[in-house]
């Protein structure tokens, strides 16, 4: 295990479940120890789909034959339609019906973000613990207590037990397809905007911030140093480094016990075209991908409030505009259309009233400074974090997601809704200011 790893699983052993995160060339036969050590010794379920068996599974299975590890292949299938499988309420359902039927002590989870999403909440369910390889440094998601999950529709994030030993081969996660690399590393990029939301909505909402938590994101983001122009080459120890990151993101986001330091505004983008995509049948790309340029793009809105002058922000006027909810729901069906039922649950809890929003922007134009002395802490530029993001040749703009101008500003100026944890999106808005800083941005994120 990376020394500084070691270090955090046991300083933070009584909350977290995880008890080793193997990375490294060479480690699948260690990381199989590590199972037998930590999940109990009956039949285990091995989740896997035709790439993640080529990746990993056939190799890792073997080894648990070896070890005298009894075991069943689970194949979780493609999408009727041909596409990738999705982590969906059927989906959880299914692999939890395979665990009981099969006399299952465990869950193994051979594959990256869906496959591993499946196999914990499904085991979560059934109090079962899970292990999981993994074959792609493509999100954040390996060792966090959460689950993403397309439920009725929306994507949402839902608690569960996290693994209890993820191992992850520096050759596979190389040799996984580039896009998915990408993906990582714009999970990642996230770090100086989602961090600013938290502290932003701690700031003005009394919401839970964990210095604790942010010490793990440290760490993580110190590994990341250097790393992403290294990666086009594939070079291992980058790659393992971005996977160490990964991992630790994850970590994080266990110790706070939700999402909140590692998904603020840019992840509420991501999901958004996630759900449109799903809904109305458009293009989408991976999770992280999806999330730099949505990174990009809440800096630049970021950039925008900073260069306020507070005494020219006029609550009287802000909190006047304010919608009375029915209306602003009736807004949110025409909007949503289908998906609407799904999003109001989400959109009403977050829907401030008249009073909540006087005593935030009062809050917020009071103490001013604490937007540089606090939120702006961990903030980058748009430019940096486009250009690092360029250095390994990444998505950088909407058209590079497939996703055209009109939806890339419905994802801007709608996502607010699909969530109720405030973010910049959210104070932009209320400001009067998310559809012009939406159109500044979108000049240049929309792509040619
Ligand atoms: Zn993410």
Redesign the pocket.
Known sequence: MYPIIAKLLARFNQQLDTRAILIGQDILSEGVEAMRENLPRGPWLVAVDDNTWEAAGAEFTALLDTAGQPWTRYHVEDESDGSSPICSDDRIEAFKNALTTTGAVAGVAVGSGTINDIVKLASCHLDLPMACVATAPS??GYTSGISAVLSDGVKTTIPCTAPRVVVADSDIMAEAPYRMICSGLG?LM?KPVSNADWQLSAWLNDTYHSSQAMEIIEAGAEMLVGVAPRLPERDRDAVAGLTASLMLSGLAMSVAGSSSP??GGE?LISHYIDMTAIAFDKPHDF??CQ?GVGTVTTAFIYERLRALNPDQIDIDARVDALLPWEEYEELLRQRFGPLFDAVVKHARPAYPTPDEMRQRLGRLCDQWERLDTEVGQTLRTAQSLEDELASAECPLRFSDLGVEPDRARRSIVHSKDIRNRYTILHLAWELGMLEPWADEALEILAGP
């Open positions: 999100m954040n999970d996230s590692a998904s992840h999770h992280g999330v």
